[in-house]
């Protein structure tokens, strides 16, 4: 027994799988998550693996929540380590009282263990080196094994496992068989040799209900396809590269004329990030619904062309899936790093719509938007995902779609208005919403022409570099922006129980973590309003927030407090009454972390100064 008492608890733990990149295990790690939602449990599962094709650590986190917490905790109930590598670390990493289930095949010293938590081996290489001949096979059904193992441990219905084999290899008959073989040789070893279940354990529900279990890329893809989209142009970066490959899945089925079998659809790898944006504009300068898909370094390349769309006012949308910068940084990892450099994309005076999804049914609704949004303003529009929405499922909302939904396709001038002498001007603002009517190539024979360029111009497009018509056209664009902000959608606030001179402000990813961490911090005694920013232009409401209260956190994740400089910039607010809570290793944050770090921030302004004798 651990010195410690063991953890407890039905419905309500954290496992890590620790593992070496290649081996073959996220599709038995990733079914292992399945089986949970399968007896309607939710589960948050989260992949942390390397930049390298194989050989280094890569974990798979399952967070497992009745109560439907589906943000990263913090620390592990259980670890089920199968990387020599990093087994010292992910041992470490192990709750007081936490499990380790372990390949026992090599014999290892007890001061390889930890007193306080509860060792479990299994001699995982002796099985499968007795069973397989083939050495892929015995590292393959390895992963299958421990799985086995864990039904046993932990009390999931083996039955549900069994199905997901048969689905997984559904069309390669030949591999189920071999599959559920290894499962049970994992459940026979795991009844004979081990106590079971554990104190933590699983027990069928009902709170999974009509969710969907979807990677954040693929959602945003069919987003852009119910949006209208025809057209794709990228250039492979991670982690957005499945962001294109899903949407070429997606066209496939959607995109196809059911009469002539024709592909009513483009999608064209460029040869790099420039010339990708600097097609989508093309084709969205010829009327089509275009998108990139792409990350930071790839934002940083096409800089000179997102600034030709801004000026020329041309719709564009770019999905960015962000990860850990600078440069190279860390392909795999997650961060919220982008903000400023999407913001103000480009050089000169520049100010560009971004929306920022929490998950993958807002991936969904708003990657479809973001068409409605570029073609209405006539300008680019950004999706802010990351890499812990778009590479990784997640448990939402069904998405929900109006067949009677009408593109909104903004101020274009048909041929029957111009013939009837409706006056046109490019860059004409003719009802004070900072947008002005375009028109489509070949709309008219002899009416409507302009000369798109990115040099200054006048509102008929004629070239010019006097100063006046350059400041007119640039202060219209700021209207222009203006009206965006009652276009994009609006923030959202959930106001504490009780009133606070505190409140919170945050966007995107961070949102589930957030949900958790309130109800942590509230346990210490705090209360907090909250506001999940869903996009720039900050709507008023966003002054009004931090004006109701002393002060504001801002939580994100990046190192620089990037949001709050941009709340700061954007709506004159002073920074003293913004508090940057920053969280930028790489992974997801936790709530845990915003707990512990705001939960301090707001001890501390209890403390009552000591009174100085007289």
């Not at 079998?261 to 040869?271: C, P």
Request: hydrophobic fraction near 40%.
């Amino acid at each position: 027994m651990p010195a410690t008492s063991p953890i407890s608890g039905v419905n309500d733990f954290v496992v890590r799988f620790a593992n070496v990149n290649g081996s073959g295990s996220a599709s038995a790690n990733e079914m292992f998550a399945r089986a949970i939602l399968r007896m309607g449990i939710p589960a948050a599962p989260r992949n942390i693996f390397p930049s390298n094709i194989q050989g280094l650590p890569t974990w798979y986190e399952v967070r497992v929540s009745e109560a439907g917490h589906l943000g990263a905790r913090g620390g592990t109930d259980m670890m089920v380590a199968m990387n020599p590598q990093t087994f010292d670390k992910d041992i470490a990493s192990i709750e007081p009282g936490g499990y380790l289930l372990y390949d026992s095949t090599k014999p290892m010293p007890p001061s390889k263990f930890r007193p306080d938590i509860t060792v479990i081996g299994v001699p995982l290489t002796a099985i499968c080196n007795r069973e397989y001949s083939d050495p892929r096979q015995r590292q393959l059904f390895k992963n299958i094994i421990y799985i086995g193992v864990l039904t046993v441990l932990l009390d999931i219905d083996v039955k549900v496992v069994e199905q997901l084999i048969g689905e997984q290899y559904k069309g390669k008959d030949k591999l189920i068989a071999p599959n559920i073989h290894a499962l049970h040789i994992g459940r026979d070893y795991a009844t004979l040799n081990l106590s079971y279940p554990l104190p933590i354990k699983l027990r069928a529900s009902d709170k999974v209900g009509d969710r969907i279990f979807v990677e954040g890329n693929s959602a945003a893809a069919l987003g852009a396809v119910y949006g209208g989209a025809t057209v794709c142009a990228w250039y492979p970066i991670t982690p957005s590269s499945s962001l294109a490959d899903a949407f070429t899945r997606h066209c496939a089925k959607l995109r196809i004329d059911p009469e002539t079998k024709e592909a009513k659809y483009a999608i064209i790898q460029a040869e790099d990030e420039l010339a990708s944006i600097g097609m989508v504009i093309g084709a969205a300068w010829n009327g089509a619904r275009a998108f990139t898909a792409t990350s930071g370094p790839g934002i940083s390349l096409m800089q000179e062309f997102i600034g030709l769309a801004y000026f020329a006012e041309i719709p564009a949308v770019l999905f960015n899936v962000q990860r850990a910068g600078p440069s190279t940084g860390m392909p795999t990892r997650t961060q919220q790093c982008d903000i400023i450099s999407c913001a103000y994309a480009s050089h000169g005076d520049t100010k560009h719509v971004l929306l920022f999804p929490e998950d993958p049914a807002e991936a969904f609704d708003m990657g479809a938007q973001a068409f409605d949004l570029a073609d209405r303003l006539q300008t680019p529009v950004f999706v802010m995902l990351d890499l812990d929405i778009g590479m990784n499922h997640h448990l939402c909302r069904p998405f929900a779609w109006d067949d009677k939904r009408i593109y909104d396709r903004g101020k274009v001038m048909t041929a029957a208005e111009l013939e009837a002498g409706k006056e046109f001007g490019r860059y004409l603002d003719v009802d004070g919403d900072g947008i002005p009517y375009r028109t489509y190539p070949g709309t008219h024979p002899t009416k409507g022409s302009f000369f798109t360029r990115g040099t200054s111009r006048d509102r008929y497009a004629k070239y010019t570099e006097e100063g006046a018509p350059y400041v007119d056209n640039m202060q219209r664009l700021l209207r222009k922006f203006d009206t965006a902000k009652d276009l994009v959608p609006r923030p959202l606030i959930a106001n504490a129980e009780k009133p606070t001179k505190y409140g919170v402000i945050y966007i995107g990813s961070t949102a589930p973590a957030m949900d958790e961490a309130i109800h942590l911090i509230e346990a210490r005694g705090h209360s907090l309003d909250r506001m999940r920013v869903r996009a720039f232009p900050f709507h008023s409401s966003v002054n009004s927030f931090v004006a109701d209260h002393d002060f504001v956190y801002v939580v994100e994740q990046n190192r620089d407090g990037q949001l709050r400089s941009l709340i700061v910039n954007e709506c004159g607010i002073d920074p003293v009454r913004l508090v940057p809570i920053l969280h930028f290793d790489g992974t997801p944050i936790t709530a845990r972390f915003i707990a512990r770090a705001i939960g301090d921030h707001l001890d501390q302004l209890k403390v009552k100064p000591a009174k100085v004798a007289s």
